[in-house]
């Protein structure tokens, strides 16, 4: 089968690496384009770009050169799929143009994550809101689908299969990786040996995407912490549900949850891994997993009165970044085509 040619946005950045990590070797897409700052243009991404992932860079995706974005160019490419791992200012920007420009554009950034007719998609918890796509114009425009921010998509994931339980409050602090802030990120000075009690906008992001992606009513209560662990957000969780519910009763649910009827390329066999092991999850396990990366791995489930808490371990960089746009990708042409 011939594969779909895609062009990946932001591609030195550190989201834009896993995509390329990711492109490089998949089933249905192949990369025919990047994009970075302008200095790059010309230069090739093996010489140019500084990997910063925890194994080689392939070396099919060092030859391809930083190009500027270029409509036509992209349209005698044949190419339609975009992928954005670009800053939000720059997002806010670009994405509109290329919808405009009948582009299918999925996107890692936050600028257009709010507005009404853009889902925030992870297939496995709101296939539905992929019909959103019709307001923007589609299939006679282009349209933007984006991923939910990083931490969201771990707790979503964890939390979609509890839905049936009547999610009420959900009580989450999150212990999040210097990769989360991008590359170069964080200064050295302030984050090595300590912990940031403040990511910028990040528990306002956890509050309303929560909400809009499954669809509750519930109060959401966020603290989120910067760590200086490289990969993987940990998560502590303590929900509150309408009916009452047992231990066995949450792990039974995430051992339940396949999502098969889903049929794409990159969806874990078990979207959600349970492990009652007592120190499970832990960051270091970020890219465990088959796809690596994009299982939610959960452990540590109790009762406290009327409450259940969990922890949780999301790749923020795999299934909280490029892995879920590719995810999308994927259902959007099951649905779709090509
Ligand atoms: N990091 C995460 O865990 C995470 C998770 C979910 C979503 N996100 C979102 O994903 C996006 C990318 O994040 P990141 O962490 O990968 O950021 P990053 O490491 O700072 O990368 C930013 C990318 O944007 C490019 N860029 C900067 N200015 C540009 C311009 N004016 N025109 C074109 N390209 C430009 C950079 O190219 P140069 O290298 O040439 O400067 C780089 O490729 C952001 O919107 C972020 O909020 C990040």
């Known amino acids: ?34 994009t970075a700052s302008s200095p790059r243009i010309g230069k090739s991404y093996g010489d140019d770009a ?9 070396d099919n995706i060092k030859h391809i050169k930083f190009e500027e974005l270029d409509y036509s160019k992209l349209e005698k490419l044949g190419i339609k799929v975009v992928f954005s791992a670009l800053l939000s200012e720059v997002a806010m920007r670009v994405e509109p143009e290329l919808r405009a420009n009948n582009f299918w554009v999925f996107s890692n950034a936050s600028a257009l994550r709010y507005d009404e007719n853009v889902p925030i998609l992870i297939p496995e918890v709101n296939i539905e809101s992929m019909d959103l796509i019709m307001g923007q114009g589609f299939p006679e425009k282009g349209f933007v689908i984006t991923n939910a921010n990083c931490s969201v998509t771990g707790l979503a994931v964890a939390l979609a299969p509890l839905r049936k339980f009547g999610i009420k409050e959900v009580f989450v602090s999150t212990y999040q990786a210097i990769s989360g802030a991008g590359y170069p990120g964080l200064s050295a000075l302030d984050i090595s040996g300590n912990l940031i009690p403040y990511i910028k906008e990040e528990e306002e992001k956890i509050d309303i995407e929560l909400k809009k992606i499954l669809g509750i009513e519930a109060d ?29 009763a949450v792990i039974g649910a995430w051992e339940n949850f396949k999502m098969e009827e889903l049929d794409i390329p990159s969806l874990p066999q078990k979207p959600i891994v349970y492990d009652k092991r007592v120190d499970f999850p832990q960051p270091k396990m970020s890219f465990f997993g088959n796809p690596p990366g994009m299982p939610v791995f959960t452990g540590r489930v109790r009762k406290e009165k009327d409450r259940i808490g969990f922890v949780l371990l999301v790749n923020n960089l795999v299934k909280g970044a490029a892995g879920g746009s590719i995810q999308n990708a994927e259902a959007f042409i099951k649905r779709f085509g090509g």
């Open 1 to 34: 089968m011939e594969k779909i040619k895609v062009a990946v946005l932001g591609a030195t950045g550190i989201v834009g690496q896993v995509f390329m990590w990711m492109l490089s070797n998949h089933r249905q897409f192949e990369i025919a384009f990047i």
């Open 50 to 58: 500084r990997w910063m992932l925890p194994f080689e860079m392939p």
């Open 220 to 248: 959401v209560f966020p603290y989120c912490v910067r760590t200086p662990n490289l990969f993987g957000h940990l998560e502590t969780v303590w929900v509150k549900f309408r009916e009452s519910v047992n231990e066995d």
